[in-house]
């Protein structure tokens, strides 16, 4: 028999769940117990459930309900006078004597279950259970109702994974609950020792004895698993006495193992580098984009420019940061700043935003890391950058290794490279006349001088200056 309870509010959507006959195949309010009712009726089990819930209003306790689910095995069933020895026994047991309750019997896909729905707040004394280990005791609650009724023994199917070993499944693929039903069948397979490691190895697992001797089991990506914990029901005794020629065998070494399957392993975006930011910071930029712009839009937007994003949160809005950190909207702008937004941007509601989950979730990911131009450390003989195509078209050559370039040099010049072409400043060409070619070989020097000086901005005025160089 399983039995689980929890705490709860919501009377009327528990009865309305009570009562679904599209569900469950046959649906019976069997019992009420501490109302003034004719009888256990549908109208009653809504009465029954909006008075406990205003018991708790008036106690200021908004989940004073304690649902119950009792469920039989397949095949096994309750009658009336085990149904009356079942309630009784649990409200002894968990303390609810005087409580009020109601004890409703569904069947669903040829299968008996009950729900018990008790008021924890006791209407003679006006307080409230308080409820101590009751998984604890709802589990022995179970067990002595299988020896009073006779019902099969509850056997545990083997102990959960844990959560680092969910986690390491998900990066390899190797399911641990999926590798515990493997190993189990291979150990009731295997008629001899040589088969179940046989076995083992033809299932990308191979035994070997890890610290303090265990026995062990490495996966083709070198994680280990402890063999005890993936045979579900049994001991090593009961190991030891399938497979007593287990205690002699030579196994390979587990760090041997371990150091071949390593490089084997999938390989994993690693997490981006966090950046440390301020919250100070955080509020300023913010302020300042809700200062400068005047709609919806351009609040975004200028968010967007600083490197923030705006998404939707359980509270209302929130900002994130490059990190993935996300900042409450309400508390960057203050309450009445943050109450007069859709007034200051009327635009603002009509903007789809997206989750704020989805929007870290992207964050989050690793991507590519871009191919700098820097091989080596910039500065000294130890750097090497390459030439990049706005030097390449201006006839600059790069630092390569072992040139006698100085560490400022090489600093300039890895600046000059990191700029993009549109972000780069115009040259003043008055400033450099060397960078003006002449139109035509054989110039006079003071005239290529004055064709880069003013030459090349006033054409007739030069050839006025220069006649003899107006038919080139």
Not at 229 to 238: H, Q, W
Not at 297 to 325: C, E, M, P, T
Request: proline share 4%; net charge positive; charged share 30%.
């Amino acid at each position: 028999m399983w039995i689980q309870g929890r705490r709860r509010g919501g009377g009327k959507d528990l009865s309305n769940y009570l009562q679904k006959t599209d569900e469950n195949e046959v649906v019976h309010i069997r019992e009420m117990e501490g109302f003034l009712f004719e009888g256990p009726t549908g109208t009653n089990l809504d009465k029954a459930l909006l008075q406990m819930e205003a018991v708790g209003c008036g106690k200021r306790d908004k989940r004073n309900l304690y649902h119950v689910i009792l469920a039989p095995a397949y095949g096994e069933a309750l009658n009336a006078q085990q149904r009356q020895q079942m309630v009784a026994y649990y409200v002894e047991k968990m303390g609810f004597k005087n409580h009020q309750y109601a004890l409703v019997e569904h069947w669903k896909k040829g299968k008996q279950h009950f729900h018990l729905v008790f008021n924890m707040i006791n209407p003679v004394t006006s307080k409230t259970h308080a409820l101590k280990w009751n998984t604890y005791i709802e589990w022995q609650i179970s067990r002595d109702l299988e020896q009073m009724f006779g019902f099969k023994t509850f056997q545990p199917q083997g102990k959960a994974a844990r959560m680092w070993e969910m986690q390491r499944g998900k990066r390899t693929g190797l399911d641990p609950r999926k590798l515990r039903k493997e190993v189990t069948a291979i150990y009731h397979v295997s008629m001899t020792a040589d088969d179940f490691v046989t076995l083992l190895e033809k299932n990308g697992l191979t035994l070997t004895r890890g610290r303090e001797n265990r026995l062990v089991l490495v996966d083709q990506y070198g994680d280990t698993h402890g063999l005890m914990r993936l045979i579900e029901g049994k001991t090593l005794a009961n190991l030891r006495r399938k497979f007593p020629e287990l205690e002699t065998m030579s196994f390979r070494s587990h760090a041997d193992l371990v150091g071949e399957r390593k490089t084997t392993k999938p390989k994993h975006h690693t997490k981006r580098r966090r950046s440390f930011i301020h919250p100070r910071d955080v509020r300023r930029e913010v302020r300042k984009a809700y200062r400068r712009h005047n709609t919806g839009s351009g609040f975004v937007a200028g968010l967007n420019k600083h490197g923030y994003q705006l998404g939707r949160s359980r509270k209302g809005y929130a900002v994130i940061d490059r990190n993935g950190d996300q900042y409450d909207l309400t508390n960057l702008l203050g309450k009445q700043t943050f109450k007069d937004l859709s007034k200051v941007f009327p635009d603002f509601n009509k903007k789809h935003l997206q989750p704020a989950s989805t929007i870290i979730r992207r964050l989050k990911v690793q991507r590519p890391r871009r191919t700098g131009s820097v091989t080596g450390k910039a500065g000294g003989d130890a750097a090497q950058i390459t030439t990049s195509p706005i030097q390449a078209s201006r006839g600059n050559n790069a630092v390569g290794l072992g040139s006698s370039a100085t560490a400022d040099a090489v600093k300039t010049q890895f600046r000059h490279t990191a700029l993009k072409t549109k972000n780069r400043p115009k040259q003043n060409k008055e400033l450099e006349p060397t960078l003006q070619p002449a139109p035509i070989k054989g110039w006079p020097p003071e005239a290529v001088a004055d064709w880069a000086s003013w030459g090349h901005k006033d054409r007739p005025a030069f050839f006025r200056k220069w006649p003899d160089l107006s038919a080139g």
